[in-house]
């Protein structure tokens, strides 16, 4: 059974970079798309970006000059950079796998809260 | 970018009642549309896929309608571990990957 947990700093300080990486177990990172999702506090959800196994992305243009997502299939994880961060980037930050085909999200981490402080 | 709207904001229901939640798009997304259910500290869980196949495990209570514009989540029967949001997002014009704003189906 895949699983998928998340990392990283906690508290980022603003105008820096938020980087976070996922780690993928229990199966394969080939042959899926995989993606970034994150949730600031008391509202809804924001898709960020995916990553197919081979590196192609696509990101939200409301982020898109700011967020990189890179794979590494050696250590099945994938990694979000998000740079010039402010307050307003303060949120849950989950990863997911899309299906394979269609773009609905069908696994996800259990989430890691990034706070930007000023 | 398509917009999705959901209603109503926040759902009051008694146990064992019916609940219909609706979700709107800016423009046809077809029957590429998913639901997802979110606890309180947890992650978003699949609920339904493709407007109305129900993913692996989710029970038959939960189904899915709808084509186009305009799609319904219907939970027949609430149980307790049925009090939470709920989200829908749609998948046939991307990017971006647009979800709606959630309805609180709490208890009444």
């Known amino acids: 059974q895949v699983q998928l947990q998340e990392s990283g700093p906690g508290l980022v300080k603003a105008s820096e970079t938020l980087s976070l990486t996922c780690t993928v177990s229990g199966d394969s990172i080939s042959h899926y798309y995989w993606s970034w999702i994150r949730q600031p506090p008391g509202a809804g959800l924001e898709w960020i970006g995916y990553?197919?196994?081979?590196?192609?992305?696509n990101y939200n243009p409301s982020l898109k000059s700011r967020v990189t997502i890179s794979v590494d299939t050696s250590k099945t994880q994938f990694s979000l950079i998000l740079s010039s961060v402010t307050a307003a980037d303060t949120a849950v930050y989950y990863c997911a796998r899309l299906d394979g085909y269609f773009h609905y999200m069908d696994v996800w981490g259990k989430g890691t809260t990034v706070t930007v402080s000023s | 970018e398509i917009v999705m709207t959901q209603s109503p904001a926040t759902l009051a229901v008694s146990p064992g009642e019916r609940a219909t939640l609706s979700c709107r798009a800016s423009?046809?997304?077809?029957?590429?549309l998913a639901w997802y259910q979110q606890k309180p500290g947890q992650a978003p869980r699949l609920l339904i896929y493709?407007?109305?196949t129900r993913a692996t495990g989710v029970p038959a209570r939960f189904s899915g309608s709808g084509s186009g514009t305009d799609f319904t989540l219907t939970i027949s029967s609430l149980q307790s571990e049925d009090f939470a949001v709920y989200y829908c997002?749609?998948?046939?014009?991307?990017?971006?990957?647009?979800f709606g704003g959630g309805t609180k189906v709490e208890i009444k």
């Open positions: 997002q749609q998948y046939n014009n991307w990017p971006p990957l647009t």
């Open positions: 423009q046809s997304v077809g029957t590429d």
């Open positions: 990553i197919y196994y081979t590196g192609s992305t």
């Open positions: 493709g407007a109305s």
